[in-house]
Nanobody
Framework: QVQLVESGGGLVQAGGSLRLSCVDS????????MGWFRQAPGKEREFVAA???????YAADSVKGRFTISRDITENTVYLQMNSLKSEDTTVYYC?????????????????WGQGTQVTVSS
C-alpha cells in the first residue's frame, strides 16, 4: 500500500525558503510520476509542480522561477524547494503519486495523496 508522508512545512518570513519532502514509505510502482499541490481553505486544490518518471519537471506559472521539484528515486522521495516565498504561498501542501510515466497538472490524475503539511509565510 502506498503511504505518502510529507514533512518540512513550517513558518517562514516572506522572502525565505523551505524544502518540503515526501516519502513513499509503502509499496512503489515500476513507473510513477509525482506532484505537489496546495489547497487553501474554501478553495480548490491547485497544481504546484510535478515530475515525470523520466525526470521532466513542470511548474505552475505562479511558482515558476521560485519553486523546484526534484526526486531521489533510490529513497522514494520527492522534494519541493521553495524560495522567495510570499504570503500568498501560505496554505497546506500535498504530495501525490500517479501510476505510469507521465505527469499531469490535474488533481484527478493522481492515485494517492499524502496528508498535507502546512506552510505559513509571514509578511
Amino acid at each position: 500500500q502506498v503511504q505518502l508522508v510529507e514533512s518540512g512545512g513550517g513558518l517562514v518570513q516572506a522572502g525565505g525558503s523551505l524544502r518540503l519532502s515526501c516519502v513513499d514509505s509503502g509499496r512503489t510502482f515500476s513507473t510513477y510520476a509525482m506532484g505537489w499541490f496546495r489547497q487553501a481553505p474554501g478553495k480548490e486544490r491547485e497544481f504546484v509542480a510535478a515530475i515525470s518518471w523520466s525526470g521532466s519537471t513542470y511548474a505552475a506559472d505562479s511558482v515558476k522561477g521560485r519553486f523546484t521539484i526534484s526526486r531521489d528515486i533510490t529513497e522514494n522521495t520527492v522534494y519541493l524547494q521553495m524560495n522567495s516565498l510570499k504570503s500568498e504561498d501560505t496554505t497546506v501542501y500535498y504530495c501525490a503519486l500517479k501510476r505510469g510515466k507521465l505527469a499531469t497538472s490535474g488533481v484527478d490524475g493522481y492515485d494517492y495523496w499524502g496528508q498535507g503539511t502546512q506552510v505559513t509565510v509571514s509578511s
